[in-house]
């Protein structure tokens, strides 16, 4: 039995020149080299051992496994806090509050389709019907607790008599509302003109809601 000198694959006949399997010119062979090509053959392993290709496919995987968790976290904490928003303004404050801008919720005009007024509505129709001395304006716009308290004849006569001294308000910049439950306020800073001297004030305009609509809860003077 004979072995190829070149890759140690077993030759189908002794005299064989070249290996049927690599084509290597096989030498002249004694016993003592069959001997010792027949052992180094059987006691070796395969000549070829394949590399796996999966390796590097596996790290990859085991990387994106790593970040995906985090990512998803993430995100799901997100999601998380904008939910919590939404639950505390609907049942702790009664009203839906954009978690990008919560002071909007307060103050900005609503979808018309609601037919529903914002403070800030409420307000600008307050501050017109004040400088135009209309005690009917300013007495529809108060809560029922308000219009108790104030008459149209008592709503007027204050006007008037702030008016008619020289104070007029020449500008105003909502600065801040708060709002808890059903009750608010609105933070105004207004711009007085009086005597040709203009000066700030600030003034804090109360709301309560009444059957789901805002009411101005106090006769202010804008003054």
């Known amino acids: 039995m004979s072995y190829c000198a070149g890759c140690g694959l077993e030759l189908p006949k002794d005299d064989t020149k ?19 090509r027949s052992h180094s053959a059987s006691s070796s392993s395969t000549p070829y051992a ?10 990859s995987i085991g990387t994106i496994r790593n970040i995906l968790p ?16 939404g639950v505390i303004a609907v049942f702790v404050f ?23 007024q914002t403070p800030r509505d409420i307000f600008t129709l307050y501050n017109n019907g004040f400088q135009a001395v209309d ?9 029922s607790g308000a219009q108790k308290e104030y008459s149209k004849d008592k709503i007027y006569t204050i006007m008037n008599a702030y008016l008619s001294s020289g104070y007029t308000v020449s500008d105003y910049t909502i ?8 009750t608010g306020q609105l933070l105004v800073t207004f711009d007085i003109l ?20 805002w009411k101005i809860d106090d006769f202010v003077v804008l003054a």
């Open 194 to 213: 009086a005597g040709g001297i203009e000066y700030p004030s600030d003034l804090k305009i109360p709301f309560t809601r009444e059957n789901g609509a």
């Open 18 to 36: 070249f290996c049927p399997y690599c084509g290597y010119k096989q030498p002249v062979r004694t016993d003592n080299v069959r001997t010792g």
């Open 135 to 143: 005690e009917d304006v300013i007495w529809g716009l108060l809560s």
């Open 50 to 59: 394949p590399h796996s290709k999966s390796q590097p496919k596996k790290k």
């Open 94 to 116: 009664g009203i839906s509050i954009d978690v990008q801008n919560p002071f909007a919720s307060f103050t900005s005009t609503p979808d018309p389709a609601s037919g529903m």
């Open 70 to 85: 985090g990512a998803l976290g993430t995100i799901v904490a997100i999601f998380i806090v904008i939910a919590l928003a």
């Open 175 to 182: 600065t801040d509302a708060q709002i808890e439950g059903d």
